[in-house]
């Protein structure tokens, strides 16, 4: 028997494509897997958001359906999004952001509210809280859409005057009511 030395196994990092497009948010950051599923979309200064790392590829082609219809929606033509997403999350976090994609255009829901949609107890509110904060896909999945059981702007990630100018958009505030201007 021949040794050649310890064995190793080889592994490579993901492949992550990114690109940047500009919108009334600010310049987002798209990234994508190596099979153009958007995994994350992120805005500057954004609470747990990527920023462009060494190694990453950029890309166009991958993100040209991304580009076109949040494009649409930013105008106020588009009201939901047909989009591959491949986001990394827990089960229960999937399970957040699946029930996230069912908040229709247009309305609003409250932390208690998406956790009885999942079947989570309401001592689960605060983890659905922080599932919801951290959805990787801003816009996207419309964590947005979410306000406090009061009808208060609550947490976003991304910061409150852009989940303000996104309900705008929207038309839909607490309760369908107009957005309220900012403090």
């Given at each position: ?5 310890p ?12 690109t940047?497009?500009?919108s ?7 990234t ?14 954004q609470?747990?958001g ?14 040209r359906?991304a580009?076109?219809?949040?494009a649409?929606?930013f ?7 047909r989009l591959?997403?491949?986001p ?14 069912a ?23 605060r983890?659905?809280g922080g599932?919801i904060?951290?959805n990787?896909l801003?816009v996207?999945?419309?964590?947005h ?10 947490g ?11 309900l ?16």
């Amino acid at each position: 028997m021949t040794m050649t030395g310890p064995s190793t196994t080889a592994t490579t990092a993901p492949v992550v494509l990114c690109t940047t497009l500009d919108s009334p948010l600010g310049p987002l950051l798209l990234t994508a897997d190596d099979s153009g599923a958007l995994t994350s979309l992120s805005v500057p200064g954004q609470k747990g958001g990527r920023t462009s790392e060494d190694g990453w590829r950029t890309a166009e082609e991958p993100f040209r359906d991304a580009r076109e219809q949040l494009a649409a929606y930013f105008a106020g033509e588009r009201t939901e999004f047909r989009l591959p997403l491949r986001p990394e999350g827990t089960e229960f976090r999937r399970r957040v952001w699946d029930a996230l994609d069912a908040v229709p255009y247009g309305t609003t829901t409250s932390y208690g509210e998406l956790a009885a949609r999942i079947g989570a107890s309401r001592a689960a509110v605060r983890a659905v809280g922080g599932a919801i904060g951290a959805n990787p896909l801003l816009v996207l999945r419309p964590c947005h859409r979410v306000i406090g059981a009061d009808g208060s702007l609550t947490g976003y990630a991304g910061g409150l005057d852009r989940k303000r100018l996104l309900l705008a958009l929207e038309g839909s505030g607490p309760g369908g009511a107009p957005v309220p201007p900012s403090a």
